[in-house]
């Protein structure tokens, strides 16, 4: 819950995409680190790249945020709430099946996984964001002129 708070705060002095970029290369790094380092490391260690990897996994919440700032009201309360909770149902149904998969070829499959969504998220973020500007220093997902118009 914190790293929700602090990505929100930096969303809003940064911008969201900004955070999102940055925030899915600190995930991919930590959990990285964090796999790699189970049985290698102290308890204490590995307590504290857990805590680590849940504070950067806050950045989770600018999809929604994001989606807010990019749409206007009239579809963001129908197309997006539909697409974005089936999305939604559909990757939290395949994500077992898929680590397990994972896991049968390495005992860290869960990493892969997280680089996986980490990479699709930098990627998606870096080919949108030029889209959208940061609005006079207010809050940064605002739909640059015609981004939205057909």
Partial sequence: MLGRIVAG?????????????????????????????????????????????????????????????????QIRFSGISFSYNVAYAIAGGITLPLVQWFSLYSKIGAMYYIGVVCTVAFFTTLLYRAKFKKHDGISAMTPAPNALKD
């Fill in 9 to 73: 705060l930096q969303a809003d002095r940064l911008g969201a995409g900004k955070v999102i970029i940055w925030g899915s290369l600190a995930v991919a790094v930590i959990a990285a680190v964090f796999y790699n380092s189970l049985g290698l490391v102290s308890a204490a260690t590995v307590f504290m790249l857990y805590m680590l990897l849940g504070l950067f996994s806050g950045t989770v919440g600018m999809v929604s945020y994001s989606m807010v700032k990019m749409f206007p009201v």
